[in-house]
């Protein structure tokens, strides 16, 4: 069994997980993280999870204090006679504790090994949990002795102890999102973990060979380059022929930097009346988003552009029903707009997604009015439909 920390917002974290390993196997451990039942959980194909660790032990109702023996003595016996010299973190998640009992851990487990004749490296605490850039950095989690423990709490006290394997690769996610060699602010910087997000949500765990996903608003080309890096094929349609070139380079810049060969076919085309080249067997986009805003528009301002909004995916969803066999998953990122009370406004379609030709898909552990990704500072956020085609 797995334990994954998980991001920012919660809810897209474990309806990501839930997706792709089924919510028989994926349950909510504590507000920040969740288990899973799998031996094939990669952080690398995880967009919303932070850190991820093999459990070890469970502990019921355990404080700091209890945890604490618990690791000294497991890990003093693990360890004992250890060749090499061990780098280790420990990360502690919902604890009321400060980072200095955090730290007293492994200075006491530090010193019980130095009596065996064994050495570690331990690396110092500033907040009870390392943040993801320290544990990447220090490679924790990547080999046996460059370890990272996430103890994590529940609320009813129940503990887990596990070992890392590794955290989100923020160096490579940072080099897909800058070093491309076209961006374009105007259509939007869809962040490369968001990408991977979306598309865990329409393909399976084990994406089988010629695995075609369509993005019918491409701009840059971001979900198809992650589709590549999945191993999918790409297939990328848009309205502007400057976003087919930006595209193009993109993905041939991405090609020669991670050693990609998948197909690639891109075209111009309008999401509204485009007729797509088969087999199509998921689509993954985020679809128009309407004007940016700086502060909360007036209410007639916003019933306008939320029509218009509504107006061009609702026909470009009744557009790509008639091309989809059934079955086809869909992940479509439409906007949702937050007033200054941190109420969101929807498009009208979200509640009509039978109507167009398609089923919303049913979490067991998130809402759907929860899949919502945003700053805390944004006025338009995208809000995620997980669909399959009737």
């Known amino acids: 069994m797995y334990i994954a920390i998980l991001g ?44 991820a660790g093999k459990v070890m032990f469970e502990l019921a109702n355990a404080d700091w204090r209890t945890t604490s023996t ?33 730290q007293k851990t492994g200075i006491i487990l530090k010193q019980k090994l130095k009596k065996d004749g064994g050495s570690l490296r331990l690396l110092p605490n500033a907040e009870p949990a390392l943040n993801t850039a320290t544990s990447h950095h220090n490679k924790l989690g990547l080999s046996k002795n460059k370890v990272e423990l996430l103890v994590v709490r529940a609320r009813n006290g129940n503990v887990i102890v596990a070992e890392s394997i590794g955290a989100q690769n923020i160096t490579a996610l940072a080099l897909r999102d800058q070093k491309r ?4 602010a105007f259509v939007g910087m869809l962040p490369p973990k968001l990408a991977q997000l979306m598309l865990n949500l329409a393909l399976p765990e084990h994406i089988p060979k010629e695995f075609k996903v369509l993005d019918p608003f491409c701009g840059t080309g971001v979900v198809l380059q ?24 993109n993905l041939t810049w991405l090609m020669n930097t991670f050693d990609v060969a998948n197909d690639i076919n891109l075209h ?52 790509i029903a008639g091309q989809l066999e059934p079955g086809t998953p869909l992940c479509i990122a439409v906007p949702a707009w937050k007033d200054i009370n941190g109420t969101f406004t929807h498009l009208p379609l979200i509640n009509d997604a039978e109507k167009l030709g398609f ?22 956020a995208r809000e995620l439909l997980v669909l399959v085609k009737s």
């Open 226 to 249: 992650e589709a590549m890096l999945m191993g999918c094929s790409a297939y990328g349609t848009d309205l502007s022929e400057k976003m087919i070139d930006y595209t193009q380079e």
């Open 181 to 184: 060699p076209k961006r374009d």
């Open 70 to 102: 618990k690791i000294i003595q497991h890990y003093g016996k693990k360890w004992s006679g250890f060749e090499g010299k061990i780098t280790l973190g420990i990360s502690a998640y919902g604890f009321p504790v400060k980072p200095t009992e955090v």
């Open 268 to 319: 111009q085309g309008d999401a509204m009346n485009t007729k797509w080249r088969q087999p199509i067997n998921a689509v993954v986009c985020e679809g128009y988003l309407g004007q940016p805003f700086s502060a909360p528009p007036t209410l007639s301002k916003l019933e306008e552009v939320r029509k218009n909004c509504n107006h061009i995916m609702g026909d470009f969803l009744k557009n």
């Open 8 to 51: 920012r917002q919660p809810a897209l974290s474990m309806a990501e997980l839930e997706h792709l390993y089924g919510s028989d196997k994926t349950r909510w451990f504590s507000d920040q993280a969740a288990t899973t039942e799998t031996d094939t959980l990669s952080v690398d194909r995880l967009g919303g999870t932070q850190k």
């Open 359 to 380: 089923t919303r898909f049913a979490f067991k552990n998130v809402k759907n009015d929860e899949l919502l990704y945003y700053r805390e500072d944004q006025v338009v």
